[in-house]
């Protein structure tokens, strides 16, 4: 029977414990045609569901599928955004990328490493406000509830606050909502970034010329409304930062007279480029404008008073009027690079700060100058040099100049190991310089010199065209929120692998335009693990799930090796394993698999194998060799059972929660379901909706005992009436003090419901003289309700 939120929200509070529950991609989909989205982005759930390996899964994980896009080959790749134990995490979304076929070719993942930290702050919410109260310089005149999350954007998991600080930056014209992050564990402000993003008829506008732009006439009067990109509006500020912005009019559709004298012509500029970035994204790129639905964007120009900068705040771009307010920063790669941000937002979302800032700015630096070019404006012509024409520095001299970025005096031509602790605005240099030499190549060139890194060899580029190409596929269908230049601990999450896939996609692997690719990130201090050009050009990748796992010396402990094609064909890819304790032996079942298929490795061990943790390279041979390490553990077996009894506390429920974790507010009495004995039960999922509970409970088990049962009852009753498709699952693992999966000791779905309790029995011999957790994790999908009914457990140790 399927109960109603609100009765399940009155038991949670009855508890004491609030849960909210959490929607997971893991749901029934609807048939749809081969090759369509939904189709694809099905498949990719049933590959994760079988391969949570691959995107370094974890228990208590939920997944939420965000886009997908189907290539006209048919090959497709699904961005998901992932939740731990109900928090958002902050650098864990991936992309999981599937061949026309089906099968799966690989994973775009930020994450280095499983999570497995504590989802309980030692520092309270009202500390982080305090810390994200003194991180905010300017006026403050707001302050948001801080929310718990795991920040993984270091490619590792550690649980902080985020708290948004709302007002005006110090000089009182610049909007800020500064999002800082404190660590909940010590307090320490640990990075911090704002939502701002800023720029540190016929028309005559002040820096593109005499163009042409689109108006709306209404009556005998022409308003700045395009009715050619969605209805963008350009507007006047009349240098307030605040009330009206009134729609620009005119009587005979002539616009602005090229100066700053007139107030139009600010605006020309403005309306002109947004128009055309609008038109680059979709002619070039095929996306339906800057918000990817048609809409056009809104303009603010004349904005503040002297003020010497241009944003864009997720929704409409401002520009100010410069020094005294006689240079509007209005210029054509200025508002491409801006509106760039918001494209960025929408396909990666990438970080905006460290190296993912870099890239970040980097981006709208790069596609602001790619608008440039295609605009044409006839008096401001397409080159690499960003904000040339608004003057900002007094001295004639651009911002930034992306054929020799440390021209500037701060931004990094190189990449080096401090390149991820400046200001995103410099270290953008690296990606703009490697942009440059990819599309026009090293060495003189008719936009200016530009030098190698180190003794790197010179490029010959590939022109513009295929350049911007292979830079925006990498950011829409491969970088996610954290990817970065150089990653030791995840080195397929950077820029460099990732631009290496687009060009595979678009021009074939080992093609001209790939090497040149590897050439250019190579003459900016960027090196790379890819396999070098003159292979086959077939190439795969192997996982673990789970990545660790304990046992007591004389028992065995499996994990799951998956392989997946990511380039060329599949092949065959045989398996073996190194690093093993003396005694130990390694087993695959089977030997050797098609890439794309799994196989279980099955380490055994004897009474003699000594205790400790042990790193386990898990190797796939084929073309070529690829590896993934798994942590071993060890545990002596000890002697003497002096410890014998049963060892749950509260193992019927009937005395409240406590010791159980998890969504302990299942536990109790409800209406619909009865108890096996006793009035209490454990009620997991039976909504009828995407979701996911646990419960869950530690367990010392005493050395040198012969028998370790633990058992359960357990009734299950589903309204689905498939009798093949399992869609709502419980899975009963045991897990080590980490929160790693040591072993799933069974699984069971609604193609087990059955009318009253059936016991179940396990032994947990080979967890002998450990402390582990043992857990009931029940998944639900979309429709129709599967209820997971546990009574009267125990754990019998004799």
Known sequence: MKRSLAAVSAALLTSGVLTCVTTTAYAATPSAAPGSESAAAARADSLLRANPGAVQGASGEAYQAVRTKVDPSGAAHTRYARTYHGLRVYGGDFVIHTAPNGAMTGASSGLAAPLTLSTTAKVGAAAAKASARKAFSGTLTSLGSPELFVDASSGKGRLAWETVATGWRADQQTPSKLHVITDASTGKVIGSYDEIESVVGSGQGIYTGTVSIDTTLSGSTYSMVDPSHGNGRTCDMNNTTSGTCTTFTDADNAWGNGSNSNRQSAAVDAHFGAAKTFDY???????????????????????????????????????????????????????????????????????????????????????????????????????????????????????????????????DSCWSTSTKNKDVHYSSGVANHFFFNLAEGTGATSYGTSPVCGSAPAVTGIGRTKAENIWYRALDLYFTSNTSYVNTSNPANTAR????????????????????????????????????CGSTGNDFSVSLSPTSGSVT????????????????????VTFSASGLPSGATASFSPSSVTSGASSTLTISTTSGTPAGTYSVTVTGTGSV??????????????????????????????????????????????????????????????????????????????????????????????????????????????????????????????????????????????????TVTLKFLGTEDVYLQTSFVIDDTAVNVS
Not at 512 to 526: C, H, I, L
Not at 553 to 572: K, N
Request: net charge negative; glycine share 14%; with cysteine.
């Open 281 to 411: 994204f979709k002619n070039v790129h095929g996306r339906n404008g800057i918000f990817g639905n048609g809409n056009g964007v809104p303009s603010r120009v004349h904005y503040g008073s002297n003020y010497v900068n241009a944003f864009w705040d997720g929704s409409q771009m401002t520009y100010g009027d410069g020094s005294g307010n006689s240079r509007p920063l209005v210029s054509l790669d200025v508002a491409g690079h801006e509106m760039s941000h918001g494209v960025t937002e929408a396909l990666a979302g990438l970080n905006y700060s460290g190296e993912s800032g870099g890239l970040n700015e980097a981006t709208s630096d790069i596609f602001g100058n790619m608008v440039e070019f295609y605009a044409n404006a006839p008096a401001d012509p397409g080159d690499y040099q960003v904000g040339e024409k608004i003057n900002i520095n007094g001295n004639g001299t651009p911002l930034r100049y992306m054929y020799n970025p440390s021209l500037d005096g701060s931004s």
């Open 625 to 770: 060799s690829h590896s993934a390490t798994y942590s071993l553990t060890v545990n002596g077996t000890g002697g003497g059972c002096t410890g014998a009894g049963q060892k749950l506390g509260n193992p019927g429920f009937e005395s409240g929660t406590s010791p159980w974790t998890g969504n302990t507010g299942t536990i109790g009495s409800y209406s619909g379901q009865t108890a096996h004995s006793g009035t209490r039960f454990s009620w997991l999922n039976g909504y009828g909706y995407s979701s996911t509970e646990y419960i869950a409970q530690s367990v010392a088990l005493p050395a040198g005992c012969t028998s370790y049962n633990f058992s359960f009852w357990l009734h299950i009753d589903s309204s689905e009436t498939t009798t093949s498709v399992a869609y709502d699952k419980l899975s009963v693992q045991v897990l080590n003090s980490s929160g790693s999966v040591l072993a799933t000791l069974a699984t069971y779905s609604n193609l087990n419901k059955a009318s009253g309790y059936t016991q179940r029995n396990f032994s947990l011999a080979a967890y002998a003289g450990q």
């Open 553 to 572: 010396a004389g028992g065995s402990v499996s994990t799951t090796v998956a392989t997946a094609t990511t380039s060329g064909t599949a092949q065959t």
């Open 497 to 532: 692998a990732y631009t290496l896939k687009a060009a595979t996609d678009l021009y074939g692997n080992c093609s001209t335009e790939y090497k040149t690719v590897q050439a250019a990130w190579t003459a900016v201090n960027v090196a790379g693990s890819d396999a070098p």
